[in-house]
């Protein structure tokens, strides 16, 4: 029977207890602020709102570097010699951590890596199905592993409701015009992931607890949601009040067992305090 251990980007937002669970190796991606660089993961994602607030400029996040790859690699065989590792890469067309293990497994034997396609909950879904597919099937081939990759990532679906377009315009993402409009009309758009590219999704009018509750509500009911692999991501800031109000509008759906995990530095970037997001694989 072969070991088999997934190594992931931090920017898929796995909660700790997803991590111990299934043994998963986290490779770190990065955030600028100012002139310093650092893991994410290594600092509270509150800095990052504090460093905007203070200076105006939004940190820039990185992917994982070559070297950042080949370290955990290393660790993962150090210890387990004979192990199978199954890299599941953060969107390879957001960042350059999908070329970074490319480059870094051509030095070891069994690196397999795979794109998820997706960011944040989305590749974090994907991940801990990963795993509970390969504990639940341990005879698998890596290549088998692979496909059961390719497969799901092609039905999991994610939409981020953001509170504040604040972040979003000022990496880009949403031009003044656009945030201006929104704030006149009470406007709230989705952020979802679309051939691996965040971009706008639904639009939603009046206040962010009505946004909250129809994008949801439309989620749940646009996907035939598997109610096993619903996670639910929150930004700091996240009242607790809309923790409840999540909770019950998926156990109205049949969801019970939803998981909350903590959005990262690298998601947050852009999302902003207080944004929530939603992830599942569809049957």
């Not at 409701?161 to 031009?175: N, Q």
């Not at 201006?180 to 009046?206: D, F, H, M, Q, W």
């Amino acid at each position: 029977m072969k070991k088999y251990i997934i190594t992931t980007e931090s920017g898929s937002d796995l909660s700790k207890e997803i991590i111990e669970r299934y043994n998963i190796q986290i490779i770190p991606m990065h955030v600028t602020m100012g002139d310093q660089t650092y893991p994410d993961g290594s600092f509270e994602v509150q800095k990052v709102f504090e460093f905007y607030e203070e200076t105006g400029t939004l940190p820039k996040t990185s992917g994982s570097t070559i070297q950042d790859n080949t370290e955990v690699f290393k660790k993962v065989f150090a210890k387990y010699p004979d192990a199978y590792i199954i890299h599941i890469a953060y969107s390879s067309v957001t960042t350059v951590s999908f070329n970074a293990a490319n480059i870094a497994a051509q030095d070891f034997e069994n690196v397999y890596i795979v794109d998820s396609k997706h960011v944040s909950i989305g590749a974090a879904t994907i991940v801990k199905a990963t795993a509970q597919f390969i504990e639940d099937n341990p005879n698998k081939s890596p290549e088998e592993i692979i496909a059961f990759v390719e497969d799901i990532r092609e039905r999991t679906h994610m939409v981020f409701l953001p509170k504040t377009l604040i972040y979003l315009r000022a990496g880009g993402r949403v031009s003044n015009l656009a945030f201006y409009g929104a704030n006149i009309l009470k406007i709230c758009p989705t952020i979802i992931l679309e051939n691996g590219y965040l971009v706008s999704g639904r639009k939603y009018r009046g206040s962010f607890d009505r946004s909250l509750k129809n994008m949801i509500n439309d989620f749940l009911k646009s996907y035939n949601i598997d109610p096993e692999t619903v996670l639910i991501v929150g930004a700091p800031s996240v009242n607790d009040n809309y923790k409840e109000v999540i909770y019950n509008l998926l156990r109205e759906n049949g969801v019970q067992k939803a998981r909350w995990m903590r959005a990262g530095a690298v998601i947050s970037s852009h999302g902003g305090p207080g944004a929530i997001g939603i992830a599942g694989i569809e049957k």
